[in-house]
């Protein structure tokens, strides 16, 4: 009976030491998150407003798609907040982008 139970504690062991590897490759998986900007003008408040309802609608696709639905409350907040987060992060090279590009019209 003990050798069956040190191997079933082996086996509960190795299966645990392999879960988070199976975690990294289910979020290395994941499709990647891309909003719309082409068409706004991110420079006014009618642009960034449109830009963080698309923003929303993007997170909440991006987690409910990667199976976040099922999981408790909290860990769908963080992952729409953590997507919110990068996307904002991207914007500020966006909106100078924009700039540049006006700039460029302009000289011609």
């Given at each position: 009976m003990t050798n069956f139970a040190s191997r079933i504690a082996g086996v509960a062991t190795l299966a645990l030491a392999a879960l988070p590897f199976a975690a990294i490759s289910t979020a290395a998986a994941a499709a990647p998150v891309a909003v719309k900007v082409a068409d706004l003008?991110?420079?006014?408040?009618?642009?960034?407003?449109?830009?963080?309802?698309?923003?929303?609608?993007?997170?909440?696709?991006?987690?409910?798609?990667?199976?976040?639905?099922?999981?408790?409350?909290?860990?769908?907040?963080?992952c729409r907040a953590a997507v919110r987060q990068e996307i904002q992060d991207k914007l500020p090279a966006v909106q100078q982008a924009q700039v540049a590009r006006a700039t460029t019209y302009a000289a011609r």
């Open positions: 003008d991110l420079n006014s408040a009618q642009g960034l407003a449109t830009f963080e309802a698309r923003a929303e609608k993007a997170a909440n696709a991006y987690c409910a798609a990667n199976g976040l639905g099922a999981r408790p409350v909290g860990d769908v907040a963080a």
